[in-house]
């Protein structure tokens, strides 16, 4: 036999054969397919926080595919989530007139969610309260309150992949 069909002949096999138990595909308990995002709580003084929690968790719960996105009234379960800190550190500094003036040139922006996910009805969550944090780094150079919304959105993105992956892999 050549070198070829034995090649060929271990890779239909391997293909055939059932693996480790491995597979393809959503790991989210079968009889929940919908999910509802419901209106986040702010408890900070950020600015426009909630909203851009909220939409950037449906989005993460789109891409991720597991679960589609229904309204609160139809929907298997429900995530209800609440920012519970914001915080802002400078990350590197930009001094100028041999240093007598401070400027912040770069920050870092970190916030802490809790999230719980129940099914309407029930009274045990689906998924227990978790907390969870998302960061992001931004420049202050121009225009700081624009830099400043825009790191807060990049941390929201880091702590709403991390929500949709602790409520879809939660099994």
Not at 23 to 30: A, K, N, V, W
Not at 49 to 73: C, N, P, T
Not at 86 to 113: C, K, L, P
Not at 154 to 167: F, I, L, N
Request: charged share 20%; proline share 3%; net charge negative.
């Amino acid at each position: 036999m050549s070198t070829v069909n034995r090649f060929l002949l271990i890779s239909i096999l391997a293909l055939l054969l059932p693996g480790c138990g491995y597979h393809l595909g959503s790991l989210m308990h079968p009889q929940v397919k919908t999910i509802a995002v419901a209106p986040v709580i702010n408890e900070t003084l950020a600015f426009h926080l909630a909203a851009d929690m909220r939409s950037l968790l449906s989005e993460q719960f789109m891409v991720d595919g597991s679960l589609k996105i229904k309204d609160m009234k139809t929907a298997d379960c429900i995530i209800y989530a609440k920012v519970t800190s914001v915080q802002f550190r400078e990350v590197a500094d930009a001094t100028r007139d041999d240093g007598e003036n401070y400027h912040a040139n770069e920050w870092s922006v970190s916030i802490t969610v809790e999230f719980t996910v129940t099914i309407p009805g029930k009274k045990e969550p689906l998924v227990s309260t978790r907390s969870v944090s998302g960061s992001a780094n931004f420049q202050g150079l121009g225009d700081l309150e624009t830099g400043r919304s825009q790191g807060v959105r990049q941390a929201c993105y880091d702590a709403a992949t991390k929500v949709v992956q602790y409520t879809t892999e939660a099994w």
